[in-house]
């Protein structure tokens, strides 16, 4: 009996899978801009990048959730770890289809999968993109301190341990500190909770280097900029290949789970003079060109900190486009050589919300239930559950149901 339970649910998705590609015509008939953005990213970037008017197909698993998403159209199967087979398979749509295609990111790993092999995908791919080394310099944290140190941005005080030394490697800090991977990884996820660690008790170091050097040799540590996780502003910017901005904004985090170093589950749009001149000074000392989020953590004395610059597409950009700066689109534009669109400065006050996952973030701050169910209902976007996009969390649902009954 068991082979049968993940039989039916595989029906399901397979059922799922045709009702989508009805539905994925009868919107492509429709379209009215030519040239097709292929997606490897989720639906929040999907969700800007239809706004935009591109027919989104989505690379990825064929169980992907994004992939029923009714901002999606077509979707294409992701061949990763062979990213020779990716770049055919991107390539070969990309010639199938009428009218220019151009190549999304949202992940670490598809920015440096689309840095790395800009060439190749050039050759029948439109895709907007920071210099190659100026990529690898942002995504790994290490080089990124010394990008920091080079050019003067500011960032906390910050130190590069090596752990393979064991304990003697942090025997010198001062406490307390934030310890952080030099790259987001699933293995750092799985050994802590949070996107990074703050030891504040000597006594547990050597516990916590047992914990990350075998995954880690490498670690960031950062002196620690007071404040909770609402206090980390951000600056969100388009750049074109003459170094032009062509869209900005800013935002600031309203809840994060875990509520310490936690992921974000509420944002909002905000309208920060000091927040945006300081993004457009740091776009210009680094030579950006391209997309990037420039994160701050404002100190109780209101000083910003630099604490990371992230070159690529991003949940954001969901947000932004409700609140009138649209990022995608205006990279769209740039790529198909269409007119920029009218500079503008977005709304402050729209809200995201992960309800799934900051449901629990409300309760960790206290949050009573009624309170956050009326601030979730009128918050201005939603990702994964939308009750306006329903099939990717029901995807999402059967995807998980698939995998439990699998390893029976």
């Known amino acids: 009996m068991r082979p049968s339970g993940p039989g039916r649910v595989s029906g399901a998705l397979d059922a799922m899978s045709v009702t989508r590609r009805r539905r994925g015509r009868r919107r492509q008939a429709v379209r009215t801009a030519g040239g097709r953005a292929l997606l490897l990213g989720d639906r929040n970037l999907a969700v800007a990048l239809s706004a935009a008017g591109a027919s989104v197909t989505a690379v990825g698993e064929r169980t992907v959730a994004v992939r029923w998403s009714r901002f999606v159209d077509d979707w294409l199967e992701d061949p990763r770890p062979d990213e020779d087979a990716l770049v055919s398979a991107l390539l070969d749509r990309a010639a199938s289809q009428p009218g220019p295609a151009a190549l999304f990111y949202q992940f670490d790993d598809d920015l440096l999968f689309a840095s790395r092999r800009r060439e190749e995908l050039s050759r029948g791919l439109l895709v907007a993109l920071p210099p190659p080394d100026l990529v690898e310099q942002l995504v790994d944290k290490a080089a990124f301190q010394a990008l920091a140190v080079r050019t003067g941005l500011p960032v906390p005080p910050t130190h590069v341990l090596d752990l393979t030394s064991g304990s003697d490697a942090v025997s010198d800090l001062q406490l307390p500190v934030l310890l952080k991977p030099t790259r987001r990884e699933a293995s750092w996820t799985a050994a802590v909770a949070g996107k990074a660690v703050v030891v504040d008790d000597r006594d547990a ?110 949940l954001w950009h969901h947000l932004g486009a409700a609140a009138g700066v649209n990022i995608p689109e205006s990279v769209w534009r740039e790529l198909l050589g269409l007119a ?69």
């Open 340 to 408: 920029p669109l009218p500079r503008r400065v977005a709304r402050p006050g729209v809200t995201w919300c992960q309800l799934e996952r900051d449901v629990l973030a409300a309760r960790e701050t206290g949050m009573g239930v009624g309170r956050w169910a009326l601030w979730a209902a009128r918050a201005d976007t939603r990702s994964t559950v939308d009750p306006a996009d329903p099939l990717p969390a029901l995807a999402g649902l059967l995807r998980e149901a698939h995998e439990r009954l699998a390893r029976l």
């Open 205 to 314: 170091l050597p516990r916590i280097v047992d914990l990350l050097a075998h995954d880690h040799p490498q670690v960031i540590a950062q002196e620690i900029v007071p404040g909770p996780e609402s206090r980390i502003e951000s600056y969100h910017v388009h750049v074109d290949a003459g170094g032009t901005v062509r869209a900005e904004f800013t935002g600031r985090k309203v809840r994060t789970h875990p509520a310490a170093m936690g992921h974000s589950t509420a944002l909002t749009t905000t309208d920060e003079p000091d927040v945006r001149r300081l993004g457009r000074e740091l776009t210009e000392r680094i030579g950006l060109r391209g997309v990037a989020k420039f994160d701050f953590k404002r100190d109780p004395d209101g000083c910003l900190w630099l604490l990371e610059v992230n070159p690529r597409f991003n």
